[in-house]
Structure formats: C-alpha cells, structure tokens
C-alpha cells in the first residue's frame, strides 16, 4: 500500500509507493566496465602536476607522485577574480559570477573506486573537503562551498568530486536550514540530533553504525537506497571534524558504498555533503550529514514538474537489503 511521508528536516511529502515497479532489469544492464588503471583518453589520467595550477596536493603514500589533487576547474563557470557586483534588473536581481569551481582528483588511479578503495584513500578525501574549506573561509564573500561526488552520472568515471564556491545559499539548503531552524524554535531540539535518537531506538532504517556515526534510509527517502550518514553527536560545521571523526567517517563510507555495490552493482550515484554555510559560527540547530543517492532511472517526470518524488522502495526494506549485504 502507498503512503504519504513528511521528511521533518524539508517538510515535504514524499510518496513511498511499493506499487511502482523498480526497474531492476536496467540496474542488472549496468555492468562492471572491465577499467584500467590507466586511460590514456581521460583528462585526470593525463594531468601532469608540474603542468598544471595546484590548489592542494597529498602524497603522503606516494612519495615521489601524489595521491590526491585539487585543481580549478578546466572550464571555470565562476572565479574568484571576478569582484561580486549586486544589481537590479527591475523587479529581478543579478550578481556577478563570483565564486569557484574545483575538481578534486581523488586517485592517480583510474580505476580505483570508493567500493573497492581504502579507508586511508576515503579519508584523504575528507581532509582535501576540510583544507579547501578552510582556505575558501577566509574570502568573506563566498557564503557556500558545495562538494559532491558523481560517477557515471557525467561521463567521467575516473575518481574525483566537484566543489562548487557560491555568493549564496544553494536553495536546498536554504531549505533545510529554514526547517531545521523552525523545528528547534518549536522543540529547542536540533532535528537530526532527534532523527539519529529515534533511529538508533527503532533500528529499522538503521544500515550500519561505529563509534560516531550511523547510516540511514531516511523515513521520507526520495530516491530508492538513499542513504544518509549522520554524526551520532551534534556537530554543526564538517570541518570540525576530529582525526578520530575522519578515521570513522571513512570507516563508515566505505561500509555504504560496500553495501550499496553489493544490493545494486555498478550504478550511477551522487554524493553530497550537506554543510553550513562556510561564514557562520556554529549552529546549535543545524547537524552536517552526507546524503547519498543512487540514481536509478525512474520515472523523474514527476520531480522535475514540481518537486515530487515517488519512491518505489519503502527505506526499511532498503535499509534492511543493505543490512544484510556485507
Ligand atoms: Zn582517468
Ligand atoms: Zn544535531
Ligand atoms: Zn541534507
């Protein structure tokens, strides 16, 4: 039977509907694509270090090469060069396109992914998210740094994750910023503090747990297998983290991706760090997560018309697959 479910963080309804058949047939057509380490066709394969602007480099198990590297974007849409103009067009406003691109080429490896990775390789990828933020701080006209992680959704399949440096608050977040805000002005609880509580109470949405964090299908899930990795312990900025939040952080990733490769093979996912804005001090009712949603081919005509998501796949029994599966 179909449901209506209230997500308390967006407070908008999502429709879990088992009734809608996930098309497990074209999953099942996503086979392992047999990939080498090198590539000589792929762009992040080829880049020669010396050749080419560094933001940050890691070579702490290589020695004599790197093992991660941030570079600008080679087709930039926003630069910090540009100085952040704000005007009227009429009734419209208009800002000028200032901000950042960034790539972070996760392994020289071409092959290497996050599934099949290292906790050591997961958690430099943490640390480059942090020092990019920590640089980026300092430009106080930057409010959000958004850092997501696509395969096979955009052609690339080589390691790597995007950051995207805004004048502004992506309006997702805004979104979640807004509800959460609201809830602890109604509880003077913060949400995903009582989401976590009441997760680790039922279990049934539950995939896997260490020390610091918990994984979760959210109760409101949008996307069949979304999970989310939360902090068990209010923490409102990422960068904060601990060398002991990292280590589990990566810990619990790679038991995600395990989990999700195994119930779902090689599809296309994306993962988002959903963050506070890099210019405030810390927030007593917002809690940073990492939101990962496998993108299954489904029917999106629905989302893209007005935002609303039919999700074949109730979290539990998602939840429940990915349990089992290690
Ligand atoms: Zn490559
Ligand atoms: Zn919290
Ligand atoms: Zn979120």
Redesign the pocket.
Known sequence: MSEYRKDPVLNQWVVIAPERAVPYNLIKENPENEEKEFEPSCPFCAINPEETKVLLKYNIEDKNNWDLLVIPAPNPFLRVETELKKEAEGIYDLMSGTGANEIIIESPKHNEHIFKSNLNKIEQIFWAYRDRILDLKKDIRLEYLLFYKENKTNGITHPHSKMIATPFIPSMIETELLGAEDYFSYKDR?????I?KQELKDGIRVVSQNQEFVSICPYASRNPFEVWII?K????HFEMSSKNQFYHLADIYLDTFKRLHKALGNIPYLSVLHNSPIQEESL????WHIEIHPVIPLYQGEVFSAGLYVNPVAPEEAAKELREKI
């Not at 913060?190 to 009582?194: E, L």
């Not at 312990?233 to 409102?236: A, D, E, K, W």
């Open positions: 913060c949400v995903f503090c009582d976590v902090p312990n209010h923490q409102s007593e009712f917002y809690h």
